[in-house]
């Protein structure tokens, strides 16, 4: 029997998501959970703060303090709902937007390098496979509340 603890502790490791800051980008050091929520602001267009930390699986004091330091570096703006001014939602900066980009196409990159190892059938059956996986995970009650900060 395969150890699958031992497989993802293995696809972690090389994947780089214990390394301290994933990227680098417009000359600043992102962190993971910084990369995750620049993307999570940037897929849901001006989203409330609760969407994203929820969205992240993490609580709002966290998530706040990791806003804060993203606002702090001019990566985020936050600002009132102009039909709610109780909620606030977030944007990207254009420098935010740019380092997005730039953690987009260096994932792209080396995921296409990554993939370039295995032929059209490997990947397919790979990412069916992670797909399969992450409906799997979204299922569980004892999944999906990733402690991030």
Do not use: W
């Amino acid at each position: 029997m395969e150890n699958v603890r031992e497989l993802f502790q293995i696809m972690t490791r090389r994947f780089g998501f214990l390394n301290k800051n994933c990227c680098s980008a417009g000359g600043c050091d992102i962190s993971l959970v910084q990369s995750h929520i620049l993307y999570e602001i940037d897929r849901q267009h001006q989203p409330s703060i609760q969407k994203v930390a929820e969205a992240l699986g993490t609580d709002i004091t966290t998530f706040s303090r990791q806003i804060q330091s993203l606002i702090k570096i001019n990566l985020v703006q936050k600002s009132p709902d102009p039909d709610d001014r109780r909620v606030y939602v977030l944007s990207l900066t254009t420098e935010g937007k740019y380092v997005a980009t730039m953690i987009d196409q260096q994932m792209n990159a080396y995921l296409d390098e990554v993939f370039s190892h295995m032929n059209d059938f490997e990947k397919e059956t790979v990412i069916r496979s992670i797909k399969l996986l992450n409906e799997a995970m979204s299922k569980s009650s004892l999944c999906c509340s990733t402690p991030i900060g």
